[in-house]
Structure formats: structure tokens, C-alpha cells
């Protein structure tokens, strides 16, 4: 699983420009920016047993 840690919700160039995908309710959904993932995480809508995923991860989702 992953989860925003402190320096990670403080990203870096590389995270911010790459497409961000999670899974919600079983369904794939994205591509998003990482701002819009982090503003879902504060408000709830996403949780730290989300699955993300994005290119720099290769196949794993985290």
C-alpha cells in the first residue's frame, strides 16, 4: 500500500508533472495531477489504503 508521508506530500518536479491513476470503488480513475491527488487525500475521498499508481512506479501499484 501507499501512503502520503510528510516529504512526500511536498513532491518534488518529477511527481507533480506525471499522471497520477487510483483505484476508487474497484474502478481505475485518472489520469490526475498530483495536486488533485493530494486535495482528494485532505478531504477524505482518498485514504492511505489507496492504491496509486504512476509511470515511475513501473508496474507495481502502491
Given amino acids: 500500500m501507499w501512503t502520503f508521508r510528510g516529504n512526500f506530500l511536498e513532491t ?4 507533480a508533472r506525471e499522471d497520477w491513476f487510483y483505484i476508487q470503488g474497484g474502478e481505475r480513475q485518472g489520469p490526475v495531477i498530483f495536486s488533485v491527488l493530494k486535495s482528494r487525500y485532505k478531504s477524505g475521498d482518498l485514504n492511505e489504503k489507496t492504491l496509486v499508481w504512476t509511470a515511475s512506479f513501473g508496474f507495481e501499484w502502491k
Fill in 12 to 15: 518534488g518536479v518529477t511527481e
